[in-house]
């Protein structure tokens, strides 16, 4: 096609497809930027070659929240692996950008591989590349330009950007930031700057109406900025510029505290008008929240995942204390059950003293489950549960967290987990830990919800969804739990009452809470396969309904963490760290010729 640019790539398949187009045989098409190149499911009928923009890939499994797979790069081909393999896409592609692309029917391609053997090789090795990423690193290609720009009227972003752009090259990476100065440069400019950088970090100022749509279109993850000591503005005036983004779940937002905030509030009137996917609360001059926000582009945040397994889960209050010790960042927490509610209280700001504190009066020193009824709905009335949740969280909303936070419930009515992102803390904790049987279910909608642990008590594959960075888990589930002793008919009902046995309530709990937190080894080894460092502290010892456990349980989690963060080789957000442009370059390795 005459007057088309060339392909800027001197690569085997880069002159496959100039050959193959000077003789007809591929086609050159334009992508707009939120359309779908191809579904999941659809027939690899095509090779496609990127040349300009960013192409999205996304896996969206039944039952599952969306997972962002990774970016396609311009000189890189799409769909390369189902079409060797004679297979449907197993993955969403969609432009992130206006793309030009170039496609290279099925048997066009096999014909020229025959041909050059070169293209093959090349193929192969990016094909063996992208799989390793994929398993080790979670994605095939991470993000790396971004776009920060204001919802209502944060004030000037490019000191906020530049400050951000300072902590990224402290963290080894080359990066620049971009305003309107760059308005009129042309495309091959911006395509030069992104391939020469490892970060791009484009920004637009209130007054830059124009230029706040364009780099809406250029990145691959775009931020809105706003004011959180301040009211959003309407909804349905922020959402058109972002649209292709925001469709794949791919703007976040960023709310600017004061310095000495206690606590954020009014969050959730933000959510409603930004709909971001992830909220941040970056506190003004308050320097480890911007180094959060570095770590969170550059893939080097460390997601805490926290799993349910009642008494024994007070191990997590001495995993959480090892981390902390070591110095290691905790910059999203998510858990189940008694976890959710260890992981809650990171996500509020509690320190190791403010921690135990509270643990100890809303479990230790009595019975969060000796409110003993009837047993209509469950063996308990709830009361006292729900009244603890109320003392030690209050008010607060999940939106209104320091650290993005989740936990999990399961929803009896559609069949599938729930995960709480918005609302009450306390509402969504006492979903998360209402075990059938022992606590009434909690509802919401309509919906009857109970612990999280009867469908997936360890979410570690949720929070590897949720960003880019290491996941560090801890399974209190690992090992023996429920034996016979544990379900033996008291001896005598008088002595058992007389001993103070009864406020753990009957040998039934132990069942119903095993029986509640179990999973299926398929499920276990998929969770346990999504971290990059897995705890498991030996909490076999612990009665799992023993609420009086806490200074042992304690002291295996602290002992457990320890163990394995003396086994890296670095420090845990490091364990996911992506390259540099700066770095030396690896020699490519030869592949294995076959007998």
Avoid at 112 to 127: F, I
Avoid at 443 to 448: A, F, I, L, Q
Avoid at 524 to 552: F, K, N, Q
């Amino acid at each position: 096609m005459a007057g088309l640019p060339e392909i800027p790539d001197d690569s085997a398949l880069a002159r496959l497809f100039s050959q193959e187009r000077a003789q007809g045989e591929a086609t050159w098409f334009s992508l707009p930027g939120g359309q779908k190149l191809y579904s999941a499911g659809d027939p690899a009928d095509q090779l496609y070659f990127l040349r300009t923009g960013r192409l999205g890939a996304f896996r969206r499994d039944e039952g599952h929240e969306p997972q962002f797979l990774g970016v396609i790069r311009p000189g890189e081909p799409a769909g390369e692996m189902s079409l060797i393999a004679g297979a449907p896409h197993s993955a969403d592609v969609v432009a992130l950008r206006d793309s030009e692309l170039f496609a290279l029917p099925r048997d066009v391609f096999f014909e020229a591989a025959e041909a050059d053997a070169s293209v093959m090789t090349e193929l192969a090795r990016l094909m063996i590349l992208r799989t390793r990423q994929a398993t080790h690193r979670g994605t095939m290609g991470e993000p790396s330009v971004f776009g920060f720009v204001p919802i209502g009227q944060p004030g000037p972003l490019r000191p906020l950007v530049e400050r951000l752009a300072l902590e990224i090259g402290k963290l080894g990476y080359s990066v620049t930031c971009i305003g309107s100065e760059a308005q009129s440069a042309p495309t091959e400019w911006f395509s030069d700057v992104e391939r020469t950088h490892d970060f791009v970090l484009y920004l637009a100022e209130t007054s830059d109406a124009g230029w706040r749509h364009a780099v809406a279109r250029q990145v691959d993850r775009l931020f809105r900025v706003g004011r959180g000591d301040r009211k959003p503005p309407r909804a349905d005036a922020e959402h058109p510029q972002a649209s292709p983004l925001q469709a794949q779940q791919l703007v976040d937002l960023i709310l600017l505290q004061p310095a000495d905030l206690a606590r954020p509030e009014g969050s959730s009137a933000w959510m409603d008008a930004a709909q971001p996917a992830r909220l941040f609360h970056l506190r003004r001059d308050y320097e480890p929240d911007l180094q959060r926000i570095a770590r969170v582009l550059t893939g080097q945040s460390v997601g805490l995942v926290l799993s349910g397994g009642g008494a024994r889960a007070y191990a997590h209050v001495g995993a959480v204390r090892a981390l902390r010790e070591r110095n290691v960042p905790i910059d999203f927490v998510g858990g189940v059950s008694m976890g959710a509610i260890i992981a809650a209280g990171v996500a509020m700001g509690w320190g190791d003293q403010e921690m135990d504190r509270r643990i100890r009066e809303a479990f230790v020193n009595t019975s969060p489950l000796d409110d003993i009824a009837l047993p209509i709905l469950a063996m308990t009335h709830g009361l006292k549960v729900g009244e603890r949740l109320a003392h030690h969280f209050g008010e607060t909303e999940i939106e209104d967290l320091w650290l993005p936070f989740f936990c999990l419930s399961s929803n009896l009515t559609t069949g599938a987990y729930h995960m709480h992102r918005r609302g009450l803390v306390r509402k969504a904790l006492r979903a998360s830990i209402s075990l059938p049987g022992i606590l009434p279910p909690a509802t919401e909608d309509n919906n009857v919800l109970v612990d999280g642990a009867v469908l997936k008590n360890f979410p570690a594959d949720i929070m590897r969804a949720s960003q880019l960075g290491p996941v560090v888990g801890v399974d209190v589930t690992w090992g023996r739990s429920i034996t016979a002793d544990d379900v033996a008919r008291p001896s005598s009902v008088w002595r058992w009452l007389w001993s103070g046995q009864w406020r753990k309530g009957p040998p039934i709990v132990s069942v119903l809470m095993r029986a509640a937190t179990l999973s299926t080894g398929a499920d276990l080894a998929a969770a346990r396969a999504a971290t990059d460092v897995l705890v498991l502290p030996d909490v076999t010892s612990i009665e799992i309904r023993d609420w009086s456990a806490y200074d042992p349980a304690v002291a295996e989690g602290y002992r457990a963490m320890v163990e394995a963060l003396d086994k890296l080789g670095g420090p845990v957000e490091n364990l996911r760290r992506r390259p540099s442009l700066q770095d030396p370059p690896v020699p490519k390795a030869p592949l294995a010729k076959s007998a």
